[in-house]
């Protein structure tokens, strides 16, 4: 009987969220990002990966996408040269055994993020969580600015702003809105390739 009352009360709310103003649901929304804070996770060294794919293995099964927003991995393109002497861009982690998430931490969910596996804690002293400082994020740029006014589409020709191809047109051939990453075909050497960026790192190509 406890049961089914239980689960009337989540029917019911979840029908009232649902039913909810779109206004208020943005201001919920905003409110919760504005609590939000960036940790640092330290992982076995090579397990950064498998620990962000545990992780958010975790949070679905716990329910705490309200509580943990955002998962990222540092990594930074470089220049490759295969052993044919083809060149290629390549990305690695920046800062290997470290992941950092966007999150609205308490002491009820430092047990549950610290068990997952490749996990081993968190960075800060005695182990306990420290957020980075709003410095630090900037210098990091872990809040990366969405480029809202521009609509990016497929066949687009953009002009790369950052990273090792800083400089050089492109023509996107693939959008993933929802991750607010683009590939592009970049002529490199005299040859085609393929390269993912963030939005970030492009701009419209100026006519």
């Not at 049961?3 to 009337?8: D, F, K, R």
């Not at 596996?117 to 980075?132: M, N």
């Not at 497929?154 to 800083?166: A, E, F, N, Q």
């Amino acid at each position: 009987m406890e049961e089914n009352t239980n689960m009337t009360e989540n029917t019911i709310a979840q029908e009232l969220a649902n039913d909810m103003p779109p206004e208020l649901k943005v201001a919920g929304n905003q409110r919760r990002d504005s609590e939000a804070r960036w940790y640092v996770l330290h992982t076995f060294n090579g397990y950064e990966a498998v620990a962000e794919d545990n992780l958010k293995k975790v949070i679905e099964k716990y329910h705490l996408e309200d509580r943990v927003l955002e998962i990222f991995i540092p990594t930074e393109d470089i220049m490759t040269e295969k052993k044919d002497g083809t060149k290629m861009i390549k990305s690695q982690h920046s800062m290997p055994t470290y992941i950092f998430v966007k999150m609205i931490y308490g002491d009820d969910i430092w047990h549950t993020i610290t068990r997952t596996r490749g996990i081993t804690g968190f960075v800060g002293p005695k182990g306990r969580p420290l957020p980075l400082s709003n410095a630090d994020v900037m210098k990091m740029r872990l809040e990366r600015k969405i480029n809202a006014k521009v609509a990016f589409e497929v066949d687009d020709v953009v002009t790369i702003i950052d990273g090792p191809l800083m400089g050089q047109t492109a023509k996107i051939t693939n959008v993933d809105a929802a991750n607010h990453k683009i590939t592009v075909m970049v002529n490199m050497f005299g040859r085609s390739n393929k390269v993912e960026l963030h939005t970030s790192q492009i701009k419209a190509l100026e006519q």
